[in-house]
């Protein structure tokens, strides 16, 4: 599908109801899989990615159907099934490790695949961190991709990890406290720090034990179970960062509903980002209101907020003077290499862009429309977006059906705000 936008007046006071978080959703349908009984997950996102989620849920054993937009997990406890046909995870990479982390625990054979961005993603760290807790787990092209096979039963130990994504972790922290024996997992790195975080406050909410040694280290105790829960899923601060920027870049103000700032999610880390910038931010219970302003580059450490490149690559182009975005390698193995696509992106429409090996530099730009590639990416979509609506002329994004992956209210949302734009089918 090609998005056409065009140059559009945001609505001054405009407010946006930001739907449930894709990291907490997955999060939840996998330890409520993993609980023995009935759980109630309420207001999850509902998206290409969390359906994936659920897919695969069911095809290790949970019975799981939707009701009211909420969703209802009869879960099978510390053994999955093993499936009767080859996992396809879609485009979740989440879903991928987490999948392949629960499939361990059980005896027997289980095949994950996904689509072509998920088969060309980095799995060897956590291949690896499998097998040293005693699972059996490969490659089926031997290049530390999927498709992988996933054989059971791990028991526990000690392991290292690279934790370049901070998925591999956070897999490891939901499976292992299941396992016979206690987990000791030493990390040589962690990048996405707050994902972590926010695992083990799914963690600390089932009272699993375990110890912290200062992100170097876990120590996990084994023989442990998760109980049945009901939640509501917070705000997804990762969607609500597009309208952020937004309201940054075109001087208006946008409320934000749904948003808690007590919530573990590293890109609330945003708003900082962007009152440093020179936005202003009000804080109300449970909304955020962003008024944009005159904005000047700044420097930021983006390691935590990695999902949030696009988007603040675009911002880095309505503000006087240099941005850098630094110190996040990892946005190079996520559904494209987002440093290396946003910048081709966003050159084609005029911006003054580089790439650093970890980063971008971005100075103040006068953006024209043109015909961009969404890459398949739903973030590199979303932030071409909101680009486009604060660009002289007409831009056409192609691929923009990935939205769907992790917000698909986004185009409704944006009209809603003021923006003209318009979702036509490609001419083949």
Known sequence: MLLKVSKSNIRAESEIEIPGSKSHTIRALFIASLAQGQSKILRPLISGDALSAVKTCEKLGAGIYEKDNNFIVDGFGKKPSIPDDIVDVGNSGTTLKFGAATAALVEGYTVFTGDKQIRSRPMEPLIKALNNLGAEVFSTRNNGRAP????????????????????????????????????EIILTRLNEKPYVEMTLWWLDKHDIKYSNNDFKSFYIKGGQEYKPFQIVIPGDFSSATFFMVLAAISGQSITLKNLDMTDPQGDKLVLSYLENMGAKIYYGENSVTVKGDKLHGIEIDMNA??????????????AEGETRLLNVPQARIKETDRISVMCHELRKMGADIHELPDGLVIRNSKLTGCEVSGHYDHRVAMALAIAGVNSEGTTIIDTAESINVTFPEFISFLQQCGGNLELIKEIV
């Open 148 to 183: 992988i096979v996933v054989k059971g039963a791990m028991k526990g130990g000690i392991t290292e990890l690279d934790a370049h994504s901070s998925q591999y972790l956070s897999a490891l922290l939901i499976a292992c406290p299941l396992l016979e024996k206690d987990t």
């Open 305 to 318: 907020t990695p999902d949030a490149l696009p988007a603040m690559a675009v911002a880095g182009c309505f």
